[in-house]
């Protein structure tokens, strides 16, 4: 089987991706077992840690066993579409979760910047970008809610933070995607972006982080509800 290395970009994502290509094309059949950690991760070009997340993903769909002291093996095969489908976008959710828990934590630290940091300038572009979101056609507000958190990300002018952000756009703009399928859910961001924008002009960093927490909570709580829908 080819196994190519991933990009850096998304991981573990290019692992369990590449990984379900090789279950589809049944280079891997239900009870066979996986190559040992060294050697994928060795063939992947990531460290070992980086495949363990990969894995924990797969077992959490019951795709993978974890058998102690035996090694990981193939649990069941894909046998339709739909169940290749339903499978990848639960893959997909856990992703995004890990995601807002990430974000929870490197999000809050940019917008405490921001307040301290931001420029009269940067403020604006802030702004600007968050009006942009709201007169967005409804049928695509993914690429101004990118610009908008680069926008703060931006403001608190560390370029390690504002790579990190932009690692993550392509999974940004999937979060939202999902999430405004829910009624009334594009309302609810928008007064949501709104606090987080209204904070920051008054460079009140405890609220501008409250408000960034309940937004990643609420955008976790919608992700939920369609998983459970």
């Known amino acids: 089987m080819a196994i190519k290395k991933v990009k850096y970009q998304r991981v573990y994502e290019n692992v ?6 090789m279950i589809i094309e049944g280079n891997l059949k239900p009870g066979d077992l996986l190559p040992t950690e060294r050697e994928l991760a060795q063939a992947f070009g990531i460290s070992r840690g980086t495949l363990r997340e990969a894995f924990r993903i797969l077992e959490r769909e019951n ?3 974890t058998k102690p002291g035996g090694g990981r093996y193939l649990s069941r095969s894909i046998e339709s579409v739909d169940d290749q489908n339903r499978i990848l976008d639960n893959i997909e959710r856990a992703t995004i979760i890990e995601l807002l828990e990430a974000r929870e934590i490197f999000e809050t630290g940019i917008v405490e910047l921001a307040c301290q940091r931001a420029t009269d300038e940067d403020i604006a572009d802030i702004v600007a970008s968050f009006e942009r979101w709201g007169d967005a056609d409804e049928e695509d507000h993914t690429r101004p809610d990118q610009a ?3 926008s703060i990300a931006k403001a608190s002018h560390n370029v390690v933070l504002v790579n990190m952000m932009e690692l993550h756009m392509d999974l940004l703009r999937r979060t939202l995607s999902k999430t405004l399928q829910n009624a009334g859910r594009r309302e609810e961001v928008y007064k949501e972006h709104l606090q987080i924008v209204e904070a920051i002009k008054r460079r009140d960093a405890e609220q501008a982080k409250a408000a960034l927490l309940y937004h990643l909570g609420k955008v976790k709580e919608n992700i939920l509800v369609r998983q459970l829908a």
Do not use: T
């Open 148 to 150: 908008f958190h680069l």
């Open 63 to 65: 795709l993978i066993e």
């Open 16 to 21: 369990i991706e590449q990984i379900k290509e």
